[in-house]
């Protein structure tokens, strides 16, 4: 069974702080890596994707992939209180059947 | 910017009911998903197309199906609704060529009386 894990939180962390959210996943043959940040009560919206090992940045938002250690990375810079939301992490395996595996999310508060 | 429409945002219908959820695509996509999200069991895929007339089984297909009669649209059906059936549905898109982000559409929160 391919898997996708998060913890869950709630990740704490002050304003003007980075916050770090992890990802690993179970299929080393994995192809694409993508962060979705959902707030409560509203559906998915991409923040980023990665397919490269190493660092692809955004604006505050970087993604870390290191696909030896199968572990994916979201830092947010410069936290602020509308960060505050659940991220899911989600996983394109191997055999690009199209379809994404998704990680429970982690929960995120970034406090004033 | 790609647009994903649902057909509504809430819903009520009782048990027993046939149940329509429709979701439109702006965007030419070749694939559309249907998903719900329940708490503490995250996103789980019920049916997904990659071309009209095709539909392939996710992981929770049981009293679901589904119709795409053109490109943009994607229909959910719940032919006999039931209780356990409350739960938020998210349609999704994506394009071909990869890497296949997908596009969520604003969600319909059922509720199954």
């Known amino acids: 069974q391919k898997e996708v894990e998060q913890n869950s939180g709630p990740l704490s962390v002050p304003e003007g702080a980075i916050a770090s959210l992890n990802c690993t996943y179970s299929?080393?043959?994995?192809?694409?890596f993508f962060w979705y940040r959902q707030y409560s009560g509203k559906s998915p919206e991409l923040i980023m994707f990665?397919?490269s090992n190493g660092d692809k940045e955004d604006g505050r938002f970087t993604a870390q992939l290191n696909k030896a250690s199968q572990y994916v990375s979201l830092l947010i810079r410069d936290s602020q209180p509308s960060d505050s939301a659940t991220y899911l992490c989600?996983?394109?395996?191997?055999?690009?059947?199209?379809?994404?595996?998704w990680g429970l999310g982690t929960s995120l508060a970034v406090n004033p | 910017d790609v647009k994903v429409t649902q057909s509504s945002r809430y819903l009520v219908k009782r048990t027993g009911e046939k149940v329509f959820l429709e979701c439109v695509q702006d965007?030419?996509?070749?694939?559309m998903f249907w998903y719900r999200q329940d708490p503490g069991l995250g996103l789980r895929l019920i049916y997904f197309s990659y071309d009209v007339k095709m539909k392939e089984k996710g992981d929770i297909p049981e009293g679901y199906s589904v119709s795409r009669e053109k490109k943009e649209r994607f229909s959910l059906i719940l032919e006999s609704a039931s209780t356990n059936q409350t739960s938020m549905y998210l349609c999704?898109?994506?394009?071909?060529?990869?890497?296949?982000?997908?596009?969520f559409g604003p969600g319909t929160r059922l509720t199954v009386t």
């Open positions: 989600a996983v394109m395996g191997a055999g690009n059947n199209r379809k994404l595996i």
């Open positions: 999704a898109s994506s394009f071909i060529p990869g890497p296949y982000e997908q596009y």
């Open positions: 299929d080393r043959g994995s192809q694409s």
């Open positions: 965007m030419d996509h070749e694939n």
């Open positions: 990665i397919y």
